[in-house]
């Protein structure tokens, strides 16, 4: 069973930071591709960005492309999302998810492992 355990969310100003981590335990971490979707309110659950087994293979929403970086520690079983330059339209829960292949994807129905969300909260 793969567990994913997300923290570092909270409410933050326009324009600050946060950093999210995602601790993964119960599969072989540094062998899959990892992925960071977010929902906001009334809407549906999107990609933000995913990171390939390596890390040498990264995709960015364009919506946070140049704001939001996505890594990955391997010897930790941790992947990061650091969100800079926030906007209020950046609210939403942020999930992790595991994919069982090497390769990035876009799809949520590729992921098969979701940890259980982390508000973020972008308001003045």
């Known amino acids: 069973q793969v567990r994913l355990v997300e923290s570092g969310g909270g409410l933050v100003q326009p324009g600050g930071s946060l950093r999210l981590s995602c601790a993964a335990s119960g599969r072989t971490f540094s062998t899959v591709a990892m992925g960071w979707f977010r929902q906001a309110p009334g809407k549906e659950r999107d990609i933000v960005a995913t990171i390939n087994w390596s890390g040498a293979t990264i995709y960015y929403a364009d919506s946070v492309k140049g704001r939001f970086t996505i890594s990955r520690d391997n010897a930790k079983n941790t992947v990061y999302l650091q969100m800079n330059s926030l906007k209020p339209e950046d609210t939403a829960v942020y999930y992790c998810?595991?994919?069982?292949?090497?390769?990035?994807?876009?799809?949520?129905?590729?992921?098969?492992?979701w940890g259980q969300g982390t508000q973020v909260t972008v308001s003045s």
């Open positions: 998810a595991a994919s069982p292949f090497r390769t990035i994807s876009t799809l949520q129905s590729t992921y098969d492992y």
